[in-house]
């Protein structure tokens, strides 16, 4: 059991993040990636539909026999994580929680978290956050447009910065001290998004503090590799050509081979 | 089989501008649109897993008794059209051939095309304009973000002028007089292209072309239903809301139930 691999998925290449704090983190560790990239996003989906894309990905990791499936997809992590819980005797770590935990030691309580639609109107991060810090003002905001610009390579281009200015502006309003990064991709646009804030407000990422959250779970559950590993393998449910493109962007030279499968 | 429907999909809504115009030109004819919208968009996507798409679309609406299917997705008839003739006993029409006939009549043989990075990779605009005009001058621009900026409804915001001007400034230094609008969205920024651009273009706009040449087919093969029908029934598959809530800036009224099927 200890020798099994960590999977990790995503609705594409965005959970590469994810998967880059855990490598740094558990480097003895086997590491699995799906990106489901033949129906990338999951932002702007239906719950019902995401919630099935999901079971969909981690049955097919399940398959390959791991021992903890992070969920590295905001969107995925807001809905399916009941469903996912349910359905497979493993545990399953999402982003949400973790990036709440982080969030919640905002000294004025004035917490901004930005996401996908499906994210932000789940409202997840809220409830999350309030469950740590029940009198936090939370104002979160979905921000379609920053996936696209990040994907095009503008993230720091001033069409990012004039798009950040509009959608923040809620939350600069609020005068938040910290914000939520609640999108895999939005690590990418962190200097734009600073720039706009100031210096004063935190930005949370999600990835490192999953990455923290699944180390902490091996400490507490004595789920470590007993001797190094550090296989990583790599699937796509597209033709992988877009994904090796964007990963090396990631990752460098530790994307491997990327394989494509069928799931669903 | 003159009785039969006109069958219409597309990844998505933008397809509907295509319906629109051919309701208007075929008043009496009953039309089936679907909109793939659990797997939108088609146009990051290769070509092998969008013709997959496609054949699955059309597929359904074949079920349906029709008696032509009108491909309202510039993506899937930049790389499905050969797979989809080959499969199905019915005339089938893409968007493509219809735009570059059009633009085909620019005066100065300098031609724009704008649309996703699948339609513009798959080169289809350059073969179907060169076709007919072979010393024409073709400037092929994918512009990723322009779906994103209509479907959140900033089509004419500064944020939209600026990523034209980025996008178009290949197109404006070769001095084209004639801009094929190669995705079903576009028609939505078409102010804010017009405004970078100048009066001087002609913009093209497939969906318009489309529907001409399907009312063109009709009286060539004499497919045109002996009586008035007029029915209208809209398929999609994700959960019908969102679809309802952007369709019905394109429709309005007309747009009617929608339901959820599952396709592949």
């Not at 981690?58 to 969920?71: M, T």
């Not at 999402?94 to 994210?119: C, D, F, K, Q, Y």
């Not at 999600?206 to 902490?216: F, G, I, K, P, Y």
């Amino acid at each position: 059991m200890l020798h099994r691999a960590i999977g990790i998925f995503d609705s594409g290449v965005g959970g590469l993040t994810v998967f880059k704090e855990i490598m740094h983190l558990l480097p003895g560790e086997d590491l699995l990636y799906l990106g489901d990239t033949a129906r990338v996003p999951y932002g702007t989906k239906s719950a019902a539909t995401v919630e099935q894309y999901a079971l969909e990905a981690a049955a097919f990791l399940a398959d390959q026999g791991v021992k903890l499936l992070v969920v590295a997809c905001n969107t995925a992590s807001a809905v399916a994580l009941p469903a996912l819980r349910e359905r497979f005797q493993l545990p399953v770590i999402g982003v949400i929680e973790p990036g709440a935990r982080r969030a919640a030691r905002s000294l004025n309580h004035r917490i901004g978290v930005i996401g996908t639609e499906g994210t932000i109107n789940s409202g997840r991060y809220r409830e999350a956050i309030h469950a740590l810090l029940p009198d936090a003002q939370v104002v979160a905001v979905p921000c379609p447009l920053f996936v696209p610009l990040a994907e095009e390579g503008w993230a720091e281009h001033e069409v990012a910065r004039l798009t950040a200015q509009e959608y923040l502006q809620p939350l600069i309003a609020a005068q938040i001290d910290t914000l939520v990064l609640g999108c895999t991709h939005y690590p990418l646009l962190r200097n734009t998004l600073q720039q706009v804030l100031g210096p004063q407000v935190q930005l949370v990422d999600s990835a490192e503090e999953t990455a923290l959250r699944v180390a902490e779970l091996f400490r507490e559950q004595g789920l470590a590799r007993p001797e190094h590993g550090g296989r990583r393998a790599f699937f796509v449910t597209d033709v992988p050509t877009r994904f090796e493109r964007v990963g090396r962007a990631f990752l460098g030279d530790v994307l491997g081979p990327v394989k494509q499968v069928r799931i669903g």
